[in-house]
């Protein structure tokens, strides 16, 4: 038997050992834009609420200047998540924390503004569905986790990755865009770290670089506020290319609840020259699409005959409308 002492020698012992090889494990990440210090909130504990309402505001700024400087990357991303998604290829956002809650949120919302299947723009987040309402955030450094999850999902050559990290090192994210890679689809990289912190093999490359957060290293600020920003505009942009919006209406609205058939009754009424009441008859007619109701409005065509040449047009308003020779007016 060991002598008490001894054995309490030995445990320090090793104690020490893996203390120095955690440490030495430890990525030092202090350099990195998001995790610097910003010089104008130095005080911020001794604030007033109305000068600290101020700073933000001061500070939020940043976040449209970081969007202007990433113009041609996100006209890019946008053009190539067209073309994939009309081969028949979907949409992929992966994050973790705040970064993936953001990309899950901007994913369930294409369904109800553009009526989009489900699976056609999706949101990954480490941790899961329970991630979205509590703190997991020690997940996002299984790197195989990101893997895994491009392969349940069967991703393919098809498809549009997304990955999204502030930070720009966490490792499923990392893990979840080689994997992508690999099986050929195409990559997007969002993140609010400039190119000679990290680079990162990918389609296109997107840096926000918004700055120090007020509170040091909290990127649920700035770098969010930046990160929700670009999403939409993705998104957004890629459902107008798609032929999802006429002008500037969502005439691919799914009509869910109150809120939305009004919307829908308004759509369709505003852009013709009908009245509300025979706008709602309209729309009750052609199945709730305001699209369709748009359609025989201008074209005159019978249901059946407009929705033939909607889906030949690949769901183009103004295509069809081009194809029988009518107009909106």
Not at 189 to 204: G, K, M, N
Request: glycine share 8%; aromatic share 4%.
């Amino acid at each position: 038997m060991l002598n008490p002492l001894l054995y309490s020698l030995i445990l320090i012992f090793f104690a020490i050992i893996c203390q120095g090889s955690s440490m030495k494990d430890l990525q030092e990440r202090g350099h990195l834009l998001t995790e610097q210090v910003n010089p104008n909130s130095h005080n911020l504990d001794q604030l007033s609420s109305l000068e600290l309402v101020d700073l933000f505001n001061q500070e939020e700024q940043r976040t449209l200047e970081a969007i202007a400087t990433s113009r041609l990357q996100l006209a890019q991303a946008v053009d190539m998540t067209t073309q994939a998604l009309r081969q028949g290829g979907r949409l992929f956002y992966i994050g973790a924390g705040t970064s993936g809650r953001l990309g899950v949120l901007d994913a369930a919302e294409c369904p109800p503004t553009f009526c989009t299947p489900s699976d056609l723009v999706q949101g990954i987040i480490a941790g899961g569905a329970g991630a979205l309402v509590r703190s997991s955030e020690d997940l996002e450094d299984r790197r195989e986790d990101g893997s895994q999850a491009i392969a349940l999902r069967h991703v393919t050559n098809l498809d549009v990755v997304v990955g999204i990290t502030a930070g720009g090192t966490t490792p499923f994210v990392h893990g979840a865009l080689e994997a992508a890679t690999q099986r050929g689809a195409k990559t997007i990289f969002i993140a609010c770290i400039p190119v000679e912190q990290l680079s990162v093999d990918v389609d296109v490359d997107i840096r926000l670089l918004v700055g120090p957060e007020l509170l040091a290293g909290s990127t649920r600020l700035k770098a969010g506020t930046a990160t929700k920003m670009a999403l939409n505009i993705l998104s957004t942009g890629v459902m107008v290319r798609l032929g999802k919006v006429y002008g500037n209406r969502m005439v691919d609205v799914a009509v869910k609840n109150q809120k939305l058939r009004d919307r829908a009754v308004r759509i369709v009424a505003d852009l013709t020259e009908l009245s509300r009441d025979e706008a709602g008859e309209l729309l009750n007619q052609s199945d709730d699409s305001v699209k369709l109701a748009l359609f025989i409005n201008w074209s005159g065509l019978e249901k059946e005959e407009g929705n033939r040449i909607l889906l030949e047009c690949q769901g183009n308003l103004r295509a069809a409308l081009e194809k029988v020779g009518a107009s909106d007016s």
